[in-house]
Structures are given as C-alpha cells and as structure tokens.
C-alpha cells in the first residue's frame, strides 16, 4: 500500500512563491493570503521534514542547501499535478475551451489566414490565442509556458512534431537600391558594402544568428513587417519570407537581388504539440487545415507526412 504524503502540494507551491517572490510579504500578496498565513505553512513544512529549508538574510528568505535541492523536485511535482489536471480536463471536456498558438514570423502567412478561417466555424467556441515569435523565440515559449501548439523551424528535444511547409526566403531590395544596378551577379564582398535590415530573436534569455551576416552596416528589426516596409521604401537589403513579398514583387517596389549563390534559402517548418500526449482534438484539427493549406499553396511546397 502506498504511503499517504505528509507534505501537500500547496505547502510546496508557497515555498516556491516566497523563494521567486524575495520574501514572505512578496508572497502573501501574489497568493492573495495573509503573512502570517504563508509564514505559518513554510514553518509547517519545515517542522514536518525536521530541518530548515530557509534562512533569513536581512528582509530576504535564502534557501539551504536541502532546500535548493527540495525546491527543485518541488517544481517539478507541482508541475506534474498541473498536466495531470489539464490532461483530466481534456479527456472529460475531450476539446480544448482555449488554445494558445505560437507562430515564427516566416510562416506563411496567407496558408495561416486561410487555416484559421477554416477553423473558426469549427471550433465549437475555442478561443485562439495567437501570439508571434522569431527564430528562437518558439524554443522559449515551450520552456517557460505550455503553447498548444508552435510553428517553428526548430524543434526542441523532447517534443512531438509534425512537418507542415517548407519556407522559402529571398533577398530583396527596392528596385531603385544601387544593389539593383548592378549588371553582374553580386558577391559578398560587394554586398557587404550596403546597409542590412535583420530581424531580432525574439527569445529574450537566449538569442540564435541566422543567416547571412556579412556586413557590419546593419539594423535590427523585431518583425518581418517593420523589415518589409523599410526596405520597400529604399533603405538596405534583406532576406524575407516569399509569401509576404508577393505584393511588393508583383508591383515592382521589390526585386530580387541577383546574387552570385544564396539568394534563396530554404527551411522546414513544423507543427510542434506543446502539450505532447495530451493534445486536443481542436489543435489537432487545426494543424491538419494548416497542413491541407500549406499543400495547395503554390508559394510553397509541402512536406511529406510521416
């Protein structure tokens, strides 16, 4: 018979909480509980494992060495519970009441548009959540939350995925940039002499280059649209997704720089299931309107499904 545990799971979480939080103050007020009613469950706690797992220096509350050691199990404990609830949940509700969507800047946009649309008088009232991310930025919003559901070329260990379009990124300026005026295809040397819009990682604790980074004249951007508009009104060079550039390419505002070799680049998007095992039905019908989509579009070529 297993054994019953002393120690609950809302004792574990105050301790989190006073230990990310600085204090037992800090705490009490992001618990929406009294001071005394925090203090009292880490004394409990404490007096329940027969030794300290704080120390109090100046106004702030310090872990032990056992306590570093116990917090971190703690952590993932409690995170444990909490995907065994969302997991109960989605089999009793057996679709989703929200999903949170994560989506790197190169996908294409029109194939998401269109998905998107298919989706909503399907989606028996889900509401969408749909939040944008460069490079990088994906990978980070899988490690610090639980996204439903991410579009990105990378894919993390440990995570489900499924392929959905392959990206194609071009280098383009405005027609009237110098870089256009060249008769002979374009070397590095020469592109290196002229201005380049890049767009930022938008992960902020761990930041990727990729790319072509040549040349020390550049600007930095945090969205492919602010790089669009930019180089569409004559200032630098860039690398942008094709499906946002039909426009611009269609109009004449943009051309496609003759480059010696890598004018174009390709890449793999995925669909990357943030809750593993425990996907809805409602991501999972998303993700094959989005692949159904991204197959049918001309601008794009889909990946084989496994």
């Known amino acids: ?27 009490a007020e992001a618990l929406h509980k009294s001071q005394s009613s925090v203090s009292y469950t880490v004394a409990k706690l404490q007096e329940q494992l027969g030794y300290p797992l704080l120390i109090i220096e100046g106004r702030k509350a310090k872990l032990t060495e056992r306590g570093e050691v116990l917090l971190r199990r703690s952590r993932h404990l409690l995170k444990e519970a909490v995907d065994l609830e969302e997991l109960a949940h989605t089999l009793g509700q057996g679709w989703e009441p929200e999903l949170e969507i994560v989506v790197d800047q190169a ?32 990978e980070e919003a899988l490690r610090k939350g639980s996204p439903d559901l991410v579009l990105s070329g990378i894919v993390p260990k440990g995570y489900l995925a499924d392929p959905i379009v392959e990206v194609e990124m071009i280098a383009v300026a405005s027609t009237n940039h110098p870089l256009q005026q060249e008769v002979d295809p374009i070397n590095n040397e020469r592109l290196s002499r002229e201005l380049q819009i890049v767009i930022r990682d938008s992960a902020s604790e761990t930041s990727i280059d990729s790319g072509w980074l040549g040349t020390d004249r550049r600007w930095t951007v945090s969205s492919v649209q602010s790089a669009l508009e930019i180089v569409t009104s004559g200032i630098g060079f860039a690398w942008l997704p094709k499906a946002d550039l039909e426009y611009a390419l269609q109009s004449g ?5 003759k480059l010696i070799s890598g004018g174009e680049r390709n890449f793999h998007m995925y669909a990357i299931f943030g809750k593993g095992e425990r996907t809805g039905p409602a991501t999972r019908l998303l993700v094959e309107l989005l692949q159904a989509e991204c197959s049918v579009c001309p601008r794009h070529s889909a990946l084989p499904l496994p």
């Not at 018979?1 to 103050?25: I, Y």
């Not at 505002?253 to 720089?257: E, R, T, V, Y």
Request: net charge positive; hydrophobic share 45%; charged share 20%.
């Open 1 to 27: 018979m297993l054994k019953a545990p002393r120690v609950t799971l809302e004792q574990w979480r105050v301790l989190q909480s006073v230990v990310d939080k600085g204090g037992f103050a800090q705490a």
């Open 107 to 138: 996908f294409p946009t029109p194939a998401l548009l269109r998905a998107l649309q298919a989706f909503e008088p399907q989606s028996q009232g889900t509401q969408v959540q749909l939040k944008e991310a460069v490079l990088s930025g994906g």
């Open 253 to 257: 505002k943009l051309k496609k720089l």
